[in-house]
């Protein structure tokens, strides 16, 4: 993606103008919304969707950390280079469960799996 900060905002904000009219137009088309509800109603509609970016962001941010990372580190209890494989784990963070991914290695010497910290392999 085009790394010119200006050019990234106004995309976004296009994204989050379409995002906010499809999501009122959905809400009105599945009955979610009818006629005209209290505001608590408009406002916990807003709530879910904000929620819903937030874990698609974090997902995508530790996609990219775990990208750009070293693929071998030490294991933690004998100190052989291991390999470093991406993983996904289930983790509910404030917003929702979400799948992160991060990197997972094996030690066949220790039979021990680890998940080394980003220092840990050149981060």
Do not use: N, W
């Amino acid at each position: 993606m085009d790394g010119d900060p200006a050019r990234l905002r106004k995309k976004l904000d296009e994204l989050l103008v379409e995002a906010a009219e499809v999501s009122v137009a959905l809400d009105r088309a599945d009955g979610t919304i009818q006629g005209v509800p209290h505001y608590s109603v408009i406002e916990g509609r807003a709530h879910e969707l904000g929620q819903q970016l937030s874990r698609r962001i974090q997902e995508r941010q530790m996609a990219e950390i775990v990208a750009s990372q070293v693929p071998k580190a030490s294991c933690p209890g004998c100190g052989r280079r291991c390999e470093l494989i991406p993983a996904k784990r289930s983790v509910t963070a404030v917003d929702g469960g979400i799948a992160l991914q991060e990197l997972k290695g094996y030690c066949h010497t220790c039979r021990k799996a680890f998940f080394p910290a980003a220092g840990d392999v050149g981060v």
